[in-house]
């Protein structure tokens, strides 16, 4: 059974925050899209004026996109695990303060009298 409450989903979210592909290195510091693919810039500036070149430098401009693109959506799915864990949290006190509310529902009713 999936049990899901405020802390697990803050938690979920504080581990995608440090995932490297989400420009964080080994030192907590950020690594720009560029950066991450900076083997592939010193690699085809190491063959330059070949083919190959070509096609590296393509391959790390496609590889730059696809990094930026993947930490977008590691971001989103953050901001909704917090955001989650801040509606759930409240929404649970929320709901639990007009439940108790209500008082003791069973013992309220008097089936004699039909009536509360």
Not at 35 to 63: C, E, N, Y
Not at 75 to 86: F, I, N, P, R
């Amino acid at each position: 059974m999936l049990k899901v409450s405020p802390d697990s989903l803050r938690s979920a979210a504080n581990t995608i925050s440090t995932l490297p592909a989400t420009g964080a290195d080994a030192l907590g510091m950020y690594q720009s899209a560029s950066s991450a693919t900076m083997s592939l810039h010193f690699g085809a500036a190491g063959i330059k004026g070949t083919d190959t070149a070509a096609k590296i430098r393509a391959a790390s401009v496609a590889a730059e996109t696809a990094v930026e693109v993947v930490r977008g959506r590691l971001g989103a799915w953050e901001t909704v695990l917090k955001k989650a864990a801040d509606t759930f949290q409240d929404t649970d006190e929320r709901a639990s303060v007009r439940v108790g509310s209500l008082g003791d529902f069973n013992g309220s009713w008097d089936p004699s009298q039909r009536r509360r």
